[in-house]
């Protein structure tokens, strides 16, 4: 019973009463006095370990990755358990617990932040949940060990019971049981648990706090309490709870003091284990002194009251030594310190001075590696550092490059060494927050951990400030000075210096993309200009040569709009009516016609010749999009077949050969239609994509403008893609299509001019696969828009084939027009469609060929099967019937087929032509 020796609880308790009183009063006075002799000896409440006390933390890479992905934790710690850990009346946390936190804090580099306003129930329950990831004062039982892994020891603590002096005196805890007295003890504290697992026969209360605990008993509600030493001490000397006094000591095996980490984190208690370790002896026992200070006794003899007096009279006398001392020492440091602020000022004039140099000198103007080079080098000189160096991030910030090194001492500028994210992940992180780094040591230093073995060491390095450049609020790289030899202290003017400096290079790198950009704007500017004229000029021939194809007809053309105003008309039309173009345009065709009737033979108005009698055959043709479909007619003048009209013999022979004539010029106009079709889409593409030309052009010179960087390189970003979008898909594929187009339209006239006056089509050897293909070009622009989607399988056993080319041509052009107008029919009755057309080409025994075209459209009733390829039968409502007439024409002729499979309305169709490979010339 050492402990109850040294309390001497066997004094008579009036005597106990005012003995303490009398020691209340002279502690209070002592601690009034001492007050600032602790301020002067650096021994406050607040002062925590000293940070430099321990040496550097032997982590193995595994950990150093675990705290740099746990930067922050979260504490849970009991507000009330003094001395151990509490919350002042401050708000803030003090105790046993702060000094050991705060050691740990300095020694691990990571934040611990006290989660307050929490009681003790809702802390255990916190670490149960990991909403807390620490608990700094703790101690071990079975129960807790299911939700938390504990480190080791670091402090001892006493348990002991407490009872009012009128009670007898329980020695151990069997004693306890056997008397069936109540116990009280704090809710969910370890003394709760342990009293509820090892003791259940015991009756027992609980209450939220120490101090709670002891009042109980004060008040009768229980008989025992079952409490810290070390925190009920100084809570009944606070209160005045004179009446209660200390007995045996209490669950041994509970008397130490570890840290409680979280379930799922096993590597912290690894970690902070290593810490503890780390911390010598004596600093415990520091702190033990430091929050143990108060006396435990609760009463004190007459005698020991005057040694007391006596005490607080010599230490008075000590405290007037020290606190002048102190004043005297107070002066010298503000004399010293007011030197030092002048001195610092001188500092921060020079840098003044420097900066504006470097303004003057205009480095902006200079190239990039110019103004770097000058300044880093007036960087140097001026903080006298012997390295100063720029870095700065790639393109896809995997790595930071050194674009420019000063090395002082050599008087050498270089550059070129490249680290990378994955080598150096941990210094990485830090350049990544954007964080400034003052080291006085890196080698020291846990954020440089990674670099000490290949960089601080081979150099000579140790102290860093590093200085993060940013450029449009990104961090874009870092200026770093560094000094070899020996360590320095980094002041605060020099750390201004050099961030004054860090934006000074932000506005070099600025300007000097700037200067990229403008010339590249320069260069992008050139191009399009080339390119406007290459594709003007192109146009302007495509034009001509148009032009010349329609002035080389025989037979009158006329292209009408929707409501049948004349839109275009042909030299042989200008002829036959006597009227220019320009007089035409906008007229209403059947203006021209004297009876206004809808038959192919009429009489066309001829200016001063009189009425002219003509044959007129029409097909429909697509030529705006947003408007309906117009027609192109084709006149053919009956002057000469009527005058040739002698007999009745002659007069039949003639219609004979007008009917053929007229089948000829429907198939041939229908061809034309479907290649001007072609030509009008394409040529509005064309113009569309000039007008995307004109458009980018102006954008470019309105970014030329541009002040800011960024948007400037963005706005040259985009533009460059535009333009390679319009050169590419719509001028350069437009451009091709339209010569295709017009070299096709060339190619009907020469067959029809051919049958009109009694050639047989001439049979060429040529590759159907190539000639498939320019066909379905003319289409390509046309598809994308209309939404249709064209598929293409081309059997590699079919290649050559002898067979009228252009004829075989027009004939393809006829199905894949067939085909677009029954998916544009179906979308007309249903509403949106994506259409689908699939051409396969696939040999048939030995010398015949399958030409198959499947569709999606509005399909084929069972009864059209056989009549669709009759002269001016159509599945359309202003279907002509030409079409699919001429491709079974031109199928008999050859001694081919053409048949039609479809599974009925809205079921698509397929039409499937076959030919011989070869056809020998009869």
């Known amino acids: 019973m050492e402990l109850n020796e040294r309390c001497r609880l066997n004094m008579k308790n009036r005597y106990h009463q005012s003995t303490a009183r009398l020691l209340r009063v002279s502690l209070l006075l002592l601690t009034l006095l001492t007050t600032p002799l602790a301020v002067a000896s650096g021994l406050t409440d607040s002062s925590p370990l000293p940070e430099d006390s321990a040496s550097p933390l032997e982590l193995t890479p595994r950990e150093r990755s675990w705290l740099l992905q746990h930067p922050t934790l979260h504490l849970g710690i009991d507000t009330a358990w003094m001395p151990f850990e509490y919350v002042d009346s401050a708000g803030r946390h003090r105790g046993i617990s702060f000094d050991l936190v705060e050691k740990l804090r300095g020694m691990l580099g990571i934040e611990m932040t006290v989660v307050s306003d929490l009681s003790w129930s809702e802390v255990v329950e916190g670490v149960k949940k990991r909403e807390l990831d620490l608990l700094p004062a703790l101690t071990k039982t079975e129960e807790r060990e299911q939700f938390i892994h504990f480190t080791k020891p670091y402090f001892p603590i006493t348990i002991a019971l407490v009872s009012h002096d009128e009670h007898s005196e329980w020695s151990d805890m069997a004693s306890l049981a056997s008397s069936g007295v109540t116990v009280a003890v704090v809710d969910q504290y370890m003394t709760h648990n342990h009293l509820k697992s090892a003791y259940p026969g015991i009756p027992y209360i609980t209450r939220p706090t120490?101090?709670?605990?002891?009042?109980?008993?004060?008040?009768?509600?229980?008989?025992v309490a079952i409490v810290a030493l070390e925190v009920a001490s100084p809570l009944i000397h606070a209160h005045h709870l004179d009446h209660l006094r200390v007995g045996a000591n209490v669950f041994a095996d509970l008397g130490e003091l570890r840290l409680g980490v979280r379930k799922d984190w096993p590597e912290l208690v690894s970690i902070i284990n290593k810490a503890l370790e780390k911390i010598p002896a004596e600093e415990m026992k520091r702190v033990r002194n430091k929050w143990m200070a108060v006396p435990i006794s609760v009463g004190s003899s007459q005698k020991e009251v005057w040694s007391i007096v006596l005490l607080t009279a010599a230490l008075l006398g000590v405290v007037i030594l020290v606190v002048m001392n102190w004043n005297r020492q107070l002066k010298k440091r503000v004399t010293a310190h007011t030197a030092q602020l002048q001195l610092q000022n001188q500092r921060i004039a020079y840098h003044n001075e420097v900066l504006e140099t470097l303004l003057v000198n205009d480095l902006v103007s200079n190239t990039l590696n110019q103004s770097l080079e000058s300044i880093i080098y007036a960087t140097s000189e001026t903080l006298k550092v012997e390295r100063v160096s720029v870095w700065l991030y790639s393109s896809n910030r995997r790595s930071i490059n050194c674009i420019n090194l000063y090395e002082r001492p050599l008087h050498r500028h270089s550059s070129g060494r490249e680290w990378g994210v994955s080598t150096y992940p941990l210094y990485f992180h830090t350049l990544k927050s954007g964080q400034s780094l003052l080291i006085e040591d890196a080698r020291k230093d846990l954020r440089c951990a990674e670099l000490i073995e290949e960089y601080l060491i081979p150099l000579d390095i140790y102290s860093i400030l590093n200085i993060p450049i940013r450029l449009n609020e990104q961090v874009t790289g870092v200026i770093c000075c560094e000094t070899t030899g020996n360590s320095r202290q980094w002041a605060v003017d020099e750390v201004n210096f050099v961030a004054s400096i860090s934006s000074f290079i932000a506005l070099v790198l600025e300007s000097d993309q700037r200067r990229k950009v403008e010339k590249t704007l320069r260069a992008h500017q050139e191009g399009l200009a080339l390119t406007i004229k290459q594709?003007?000029?192109?146009?302007?021939?495509?034009?001509?040569?148009?032009?010349?194809?329609?002035?080389?007809?025989?037979?009158?053309?006329?292209?009408?709009?929707?409501?049948?105003?004349?839109?275009?008309?042909?030299?042989?039309?200008?002829?036959?009516?006597?009227r220019e173009e320009s007089v035409l345009l906008g007229v209403l065709v059947e203006a021209l016609f004297e009876d206004g009737a809808a038959s192919e033979e009429r009489r066309l108005i001829g200016g001063n010749k009189g009425s002219i009698p003509v044959s007129m055959t029409r097909a429909p043709i697509q030529q705006h999009r947003d408007t309906p479909p117009g027609e192109v007619l084709m006149i053919h003048d009956l002057r000469d077949r009527i005058k040739a009209e002698r007999t009745r013999a002659e007069q039949e022979n003639q219609l004979a050969y007008q009917a053929g004539l007229a089948e000829i010029s429907a198939n041939v106009l229908h061809n034309i239609g479907n290649a001007i079709t072609t030509l009008t889409g394409r040529s509005e593409q064309i113009d569309t994509g000039l007008e995307d030309l004109l458009l980018i052009k102006q954008q470019l010179e309105q970014a030329a403008s541009l002040e800011d960087v960024s948007r400037l390189q963005q706005g040259v970003k985009q533009t460059a893609v535009l333009l390679g979008e319009v050169v590419e898909e719509d001028l350069q594929e437009s451009s091709r299509a339209v010569h295709v187009a017009v070299a096709h339209v060339a190619e009907i006239i020469a067959i029809q001019q051919e049958l009109a006056h009694g050639n047989q089509a001439i049979n060429t050897r040529f590759d159907i696969s190539r000639v498939i293909h320019d066909t379905l070009a003319l289409y390509q622009g046309s598809h994308q828009e209309q939404r249709i989607k064209m598929t293409v399988e081309l059997s590699p056993l079919v290649e050559q084939v002898l067979l009228?080319?252009?004829?075989?041509?027009?004939?393809v052009t006829n199905l894949i027009k067939n085909a677009r107008e029954a998916i544009q029919q179906r979308r007309a009755l249903q509403g949106p469609l994506d259409g689908?057309?699939?051409?396969?080409?696939?040999?048939?025994?030995?010398?015949?060929?399958?030409?198959?075209?499947?569709?999606?459209?509005?399909?084929?009733?069972?009864?059209?099967?056989?009549?669709?390829?009759?002269?001016?039968?159509?599945?359309?409502?202003?279907?002509?019937?030409?079409?699919?007439?001429?491709?079974?024409?031109?199928?008999?002729?050859?001694?081919?087929?053409?048949?039609?499979?479809s599974k009925g309305r809205n079921q698509g169709a397929t039409m499937i032509l076959t030919l011989p490979i070869e056809m020998k010339k009869k």
């Open 535 to 578: 594709r003007t000029h192109a146009l302007r021939l495509a034009k001509e040569q148009t032009d010349g194809i329609l002035a080389s007809m025989a037979e009158g053309l006329v292209v009408v709009d929707y409501n049948g105003a004349i839109e275009r008309v042909n030299p042989s039309f200008e002829r036959l009516v006597g």
């Open 804 to 811: 009228p080319k252009n004829p075989f041509q027009q004939v």
């Open 210 to 223: 120490t101090l709670e605990v002891l009042q109980s008993i004060e008040d009768g509600a229980a008989e």
């Open 836 to 901: 689908t057309i699939h051409l396969q080409l696939s040999p048939h025994g030995e010398d015949q060929f399958h030409l198959s075209l499947r569709d999606n459209g509005i399909g084929l009733e069972a009864e059209q099967l056989t009549t669709i390829f009759q002269r001016g039968v159509s599945s359309k409502e202003k279907g002509s019937g030409f079409g699919l007439h001429s491709v079974a024409t031109f199928a008999n002729a050859l001694g081919g087929t053409i048949v039609a499979e």
